[in-house]
């Protein structure tokens, strides 16, 4: 597989770890159609539209408001979405936007304290 780097993507050291790379590639943090193009150009077999649950990022948009815009440019590897999921409507409503798996670690971070309390 040849790996071209866009201006402004990735270095060429990344680029060849890429092509050498024997397992599954999942990229998680794409929050822009632009990344998206640059990710299913280097073959990736998944994409995470997420922000890193806002936490480092100031000012960034949420993946929900993303998602369709990302899915729409590369239906094919399978896109999830983790980061703005707190309740059960935001799963319902990233899977009717059409991701594949939706990603909930913060709201189980959240219940276990309370669960070992009980």
Same mark, same amino acid.
């Not at 990229?27 to 922000?51: C, E, F, P, Q, W």
């Not at 100031?58 to 703005?84: H, K």
């Given at each position: 597989?040849? =790996? *071209?780097?866009?201006?402004?993507?990735?270095?060429?050291?990344? !680029?060849? %770890?890429? +092509?050498?790379?024997?397992? $599954?590639?999942?990229?998680?943090?794409?929050?822009?159609? &632009?990344? #998206?193009?640059? !990710?299913?150009? $280097?073959? =990736?077999?998944?994409? #995470?539209?997420?922000?890193?649950?806002? %936490?480092?990022?100031?000012? +960034? +948009?949420?993946?929900?408001?993303?998602?369709?815009? /990302? /899915?729409?440019?590369?239906? *094919?590897?399978?896109?999830?979405? *983790?980061?703005?999921?707190? %309740?059960?409507? *935001?799963?319902?409503?990233?899977? !009717?936007?059409?991701?594949?798996? /939706?990603? =909930?670690?913060?709201?189980?971070?959240?219940?276990?304290? +309370? &669960?070992?309390?009980?």
């Amino acid at each position: 597989m040849k =790996v *071209d780097c866009l201006a402004g993507g990735c270095s060429t050291r990344l !680029a060849n %770890r890429i +092509v050498r790379l024997d397992r $599954y590639l999942i990229i998680k943090g794409i929050l822009s159609a &632009a990344g #998206t193009h640059m !990710a299913r150009d $280097y073959g =990736v077999d998944g994409i #995470t539209v997420s922000n890193h649950g806002d %936490r480092q990022l100031d000012d +960034v +948009v949420s993946p929900l408001t993303v998602l369709q815009s /990302v /899915v729409e440019v590369c239906p *094919d590897p399978s896109v999830m979405i *983790d980061g703005g999921i707190r %309740r059960g409507s *935001d799963v319902l409503k990233a899977l !009717a936007l059409d991701a594949r798996a /939706v990603l =909930v670690g913060w709201s189980f971070a959240c219940v276990t304290p +309370v &669960a070992r309390r009980a």
